[in-house]
């Protein structure tokens, strides 16, 4: 136990210091913990030793939560119309640097099989490094984002068909899953038959099973328990396709895919999203830490100028294939050069392939210094880019999000659809505006979802969510989530959104009180119009004219919106809020003392015959 | 027999004593269809739709109502805005209005006097209506004078109550057939119409 707190001291220690260091010098965070693992390596401080790997091992989960993210944002509508995309730069880029690498490793003798492995190995970029990248720079929708995404997604995919088809290549007999696995057993076409029945396996579940067991939780609204059944759903996935030898990134991503369209999508992805950027983050350092600097240190030329040129052929074949999709130059660096290093999926398969005996140890130990070293230079080359070439080729102006973007934003956001906003929303809706919709009600999203509004499930008042929805692109956002909430989602915004219009609807006026002391300039009573309707309609059934009981109505609402103002700026002076009914009663005094002293029919005198003849008789 | 749609509008009926008066004897005739606009559209929004149909199912249209500032309540306006629209009263395809009749049934706090060239106001009733009346000619309505009740500060409710009886008569004999339009057009006034009773 003590050790276990002393290494979560060193890691996250490490982590907050140097990751904060490496933002401040620009340099990305996914370097921060890069450098973060270095330091507290056994080569440097030596704060962790060999059980760098361990930790590796555990921290791979970070890489297994991020690739079941990436398949929950892959919606098959986006899939399909991203296939040419997918296919096309993904294919190529796969096939060619797989043939090129490959062919390098032929002529330096390494046989036919083990020159395959590692080119497709070394074809893998970095997912992580590089949406992380793309993402910290607000850059995922430019074309050079896009096409990124293309690549990695089918990079990831790649990876099933590849960890399947490995073993078929096998120089030494099977031992994926550690000695004395039941999977030993198995001849290399039953192998590939188990895996291609677990993958099944996943989709139907996924289909059948998982949705139905998240709407139930859904429904306890029991925020801890969704996080638990999203982490469980994760782990068991990840648990099922390594007893199969299958690697666990991979089946999680498939689960991610099957899962893209169900409602519960963002709620997951904003639960898991911590748990993935501290896993992502502790797979960097361990990264870092399993460098072999003794490796380095015995042949620091050949081992950097082997790293190097792997990237440069990378880097080459991708420049090549960028401009083939005709992508302005500066566009196809940042894709070039965000896609050039090695990525985390090489450690997975070269893993397996040393498992497979196709290559040797030292040879791997080699490839994975390569892999890691790749991993470490790729943000120093991307700021080299940024900082010297960029700049030299003009067109570094930011593109616009092309118009048709296939996540449609709209200008209102709607947080909580109960009967308040649902009615709010079916008015700007027989409008023609268009609102996306929070709410956190499952089987009320269920029934918008069905009735053609766009609405995420889940927590309005979490920042992710808000992003998410496009809190970032929207102009307006209405609040008529719970009152009690209220004031969070005000914290929130002003916090992660500024630019956003709040309009926020509040139960009464103590409500009100709090929501302006917050600084909220449009706050609507929800009481206060519905009562004003109903007086004013009491009005008219005493035989007041209709005309007239309506403007009392409306000035009374002027009134009182006055009366309300003034009371919250006296209502500030009062440091003891533990007096609050009192106050209250106080409040209500005020106010009816207000009531007496106003005159509704003040300023009324434009069309009062009486006074004109009152005032005749005088002349 | 004509069928007659009296538009109303006074934003303060409840404080008008001329125009309380002329209501109190206001005929109960099948065929005379009032409506008062303060009180069916007290937040301006009006019924467009319901008010053509209305419009389409009468022959002569008044307006009644007092005279503010030279012209008619806002609501009235407002009434007359949306109402006669393009393509329905007016321009290509708008001759639903062709053929009615309009004029205006007024109050005002000034004497008869006053609305006249050499008067206080400096010009008549009609000039100052003018507006109104282009509006309802444009859309092909024959135009009627006014009747007008001046000096309603200085009426008695003994004559306010002979002016009433006078403004229903009018009315009724319209619908009757028993006056006709045609030969009214040529008169300063309708209250010359028909005979104030003593």
């Known amino acids: 136990m003590a050790s276990f707190l002393a290494d979560a001291v060193v890691y996250l220690g490490a982590a907050v210091l140097c990751v904060p260091i490496a933002k401040r010098l620009g340099l990305g965070s996914v370097l921060g913990y890069l450098l973060a693992g270095m330091v507290i390596g056994p080569y440097l401080l030596g704060f962790i030793g060999q059980e760098g790997k361990d930790i590796m091992h555990f921290a791979e989960f970070g890489v297994v939560m991020m690739l079941f993210l990436v398949g929950l944002e892959l919606e098959p509508l986006l899939f399909w119309r991203m296939r040419k995309q997918v296919l096309g730069l993904g294919g190529v880029q796969m096939g060619l640097t797989t043939l090129v690498l490959g062919g390098m490793a032929l002529t330096l003798g390494y046989t036919w099989q083990a020159g395959l492995a590692l080119g497709l190995s070394f074809a893998m970029s970095s997912t992580a490094i590089a949406l992380q990248s793309l993402k910290e720079k607000g850059l995922m929708h430019t074309a050079a984002g896009q096409s990124s995404f293309a690549v990695l997604l089918f990079q990831d995919i790649a990876v099933i068909p590849i960890l399947a088809l490995l073993p078929l290549m096998a120089m030494a007999p099977v031992s994926a899953a550690g000695p004395g696995h039941w999977f030993d057993a198995l001849a290399g076409w039953q192998h590939t038959l188990v895996v291609v029945a677990a993958v099944g396996g996943v989709v139907v579940v996924g289909r059948y099973v998982v949705v139905p067991l998240l709407r139930m939780v859904a429904r306890t609204r029991l925020r801890e328990l969704f996080v638990a059944s999203s982490l469980l759903l994760v782990v068991g996935i990840a648990f099922l396709m390594e007893s199969v030898g299958l690697s666990p990134a991979l089946g999680t991503f498939l689960a991610g895919v099957v899962l893209a369209n169900i409602e519960y999508k963002h709620e997951m992805e904003s639960d898991l999203d911590p748990f993935k950027g501290l896993l992502l983050g502790l797979f960097f350092m361990a990264v870092g830490a399993s460098i072999n600097f003794d490796l380095i240190r015995n042949a620091p030329g050949a081992l950097l100028g082997t790293t190097l040129l792997v990237m440069v052929v990378k880097v080459l074949l991708l420049l090549a294939i960028g401009r083939r999709a005709g992508m302005a130059f500066d566009q196809n660096m940042l894709f070039a050069i965000g896609l050039g290093q090695v990525g985390e999926f090489a450690f997975v398969l070269l893993a397996f392939i040393a498992q497979l005996g196709i290559l040797d140890g030292p040879a791997i130990d080699t490839l994975m210094a390569i892999t890691a070293l790749s991993m470490t230079l790729t943000p120093l080359a991307m700021l080299a880019n940024e900082k010297w070439i960029l700049p030299h080729f003009g067109t570094k102006a930011k593109e616009e999000q092309p118009a048709d973007s296939i996540d449609a934003k709209h200008p209102v956001i709607i947080a909580g659809f109960g009967h308040f906003g649902s009615t709010l929303g079916r008015l700007l809706r027989a409008n023609g505006v268009q609102a996306t919709v929070l709410d956190n009600d499952s089987d009320q999203v269920d029934l918008l979802r069905r009735m053609g509004f766009k609405v995420f499930y889940g927590d309005a008042t979490r920042h992710e969510l808000l992003e998410a929805a496009g809190a970032q692109e929207a102009e307006i956002l209405v609040c008529a989530i719970a009152p009690e909430a209220a004031p969070l989602l005000v914290e929130v915004v002003h916090k992660h959104f500024p630019h956003l219009k709040l309009l926020v609807r509040s139960r009464d006026r103590n409500d009100a009180y709090e929501l302006m002391d917050q600084g909220v300039l449009h706050v609507y009573r929800e009481t206060l119009d519905t009562a004003v309707r109903m007086g004013v309609d009491v009005l008219k059934e005493l035989g007041t004219r209709h005309y007239s009981a309506y403007r009392a109505g409306q000035n009374f609402i002027r009134y009182d919106q006055a009366a309300l103002k003034e009371l919250a700026a006296k209502r500030g002076d009062k440091v003891d809020y533990i007096a609050s009914v009192r106050e209250k009663i106080a409040d209500q005094e005020d106010l009816l003392r207000k009531d007496l002293q106003h005159d509704p029919s003040l300023g009324d005198h434009a069309w009062d015959s009486e006074a004109m003849r009152q005032a005749n008789k005088q002349n | ?198």
């Open chain 2, 1 to 198: 027999m004509p069928r007659i749609l009296v538009l109303f509008a006074h934003p303060r009926l409840e404080r008008s004593r001329a125009n309380r008066a002329l209501l109190k004897r206001f005929p109960e005739h099948r065929d005379i269809t009032f409506r008062d606009l303060y009180q069916l559209y007290p937040d301006f929004n009006i019924d467009v739709t319901k008010e053509q149909d209305l419009l389409a199912a009468h022959d002569i249209v008044v307006l009644h109502h007092p005279l503010y500032w030279y012209s008619i309540p806002s609501l009235l306006k407002q009434w007359i805005d949306l109402v006669y629209a393009f393509g329905w009263a007016y321009g290509p395809g708008g001759t639903q209005l062709g053929g009615k009749v309009s004029f205006h049934v007024l109050t005002t706090g000034g004497a008869t006097e006053a609305y006249s060239v050499d008067g206080f106001h400096g010009s008549t009733l009609a000039q100052f209506l003018l507006p109104v009346k282009r509006t309802a000619t444009l859309c092909g309505m024959t135009w009627l004078p006014p009747f007008a009740v001046h000096g309603t500060n200085r009426l008695s409710d003994t004559e306010l109550e002979r002016i009433a009886e006078q403004y229903g008569l009018l009315l009724s004999g319209l619908a009757s057939g028993s006056l006709v339009p045609r030969e009214l057009v040529e008169l300063e006034r309708l209250n010359q119409a028909v005979p104030l009773t003593i």
